[in-house]
């Protein structure tokens, strides 16, 4: 009995601390203008963009909704191979921010499109090296644009967003190029799925999921595009 007294105490203790960290804007999300400028979706039938904001678990979590995603892989984008794991990015002097690799369809979900959920949804684009309970470069918000074409819509995109002041506060993105993307450990993929009962998740994530749904309903997918599906 006293087992189960302390573990439950411990669960309440855990809950309790989590609920006691304000919650980002991407929790409480908000509808902002579309880009102004947004790609051609003539050419290829997939592209690739790579976005941090906080956890990739939530981020991976966000795109692996969005009608026209074809992949959305956790893991490492700013620093170099050697240091592209967990436990090296975790103590933030890798370079390293954690990423999310999103491949989709043109035809069917611009980069524009994109760029506004994950400004909108995926993250608080205001916060500097942090995200919620998560502190630390590792956090940071970034575009690690795939070309010169994402980094000039991604710029032009900030520019609009701080133009308009629809955060009310400067956005703290940065675009960085010519950055390679290192998936991350099988464990951190598909996380949001696979726990949707861990306290961080259903505090920090969920929120996302359900604030796509209800401000993107034009793209939101209720059945998630996994990685155990797609693969890496």
């Known amino acids: 009995m ?4 302390l573990l439950l105490s411990g669960i309440a203790l855990v809950l309790t601390v989590f609920a006691s960290i304000p919650p980002s804007s991407a929790e409480a ?3 902002i203008p579309a880009p102004l400028a947004d790609e051609k979706a003539e050419g290829a039938a997939s592209r690739t963009a790579v976005f941090a904001g906080g956890c990739f678990w939530g981020v991976q979590g966000v795109f692996q909704h969005v009608e026209g995603v074809t992949r959305a892989v956790s893991g490492y984008a700013g620093g170099e191979a050697s240091t592209a794991q967990y436990e090296r990015v975790s103590g933030g002097s890798t370079r390293h921010a954690e990423a999310v690799r999103v491949t989709y369809d043109p035809r069917k979900v611009t980069f524009g499109k994109l760029l506004q959920i994950y400004f ?5 684009p205001t916060e500097l090296n942090r995200q919620g309970p998560d502190i630390g470069p ?5 575009v690690f644009a795939a070309d010169d074409e994402q980094a000039r819509l991604a710029q032009a995109y ?7 002041k ?15 993307f290192y998936p991350a450990e099988d ?3 598909d996380y949001l799925t696979l726990h949707p009962r861990q306290p961080y998740i259903v505090i920090h994530d969920l929120p996302k999921i359900e604030n796509l749904k209800r401000l993107f309903p034009d793209v939101y997918r209720a059945e998630p595009m996994l990685v155990s599906k797609t693969g890496i």
């Open 2 to 5: 006293k087992t189960h007294v």
């Open 29 to 31: 999300a908000r509808k």
């Open 120 to 124: 909108s949804v995926a993250h608080d």
């Open 138 to 142: 590792q956090y940071r918000s970034t």
């Open 158 to 164: 900030v520019e609009q967003l701080d133009g308009s």
């Open 166 to 180: 629809s955060f009310g506060r400067k956005i703290a993105t940065t675009i960085e190029r010519g950055r390679a």
């Open 187 to 189: 464990y951190h993929q």
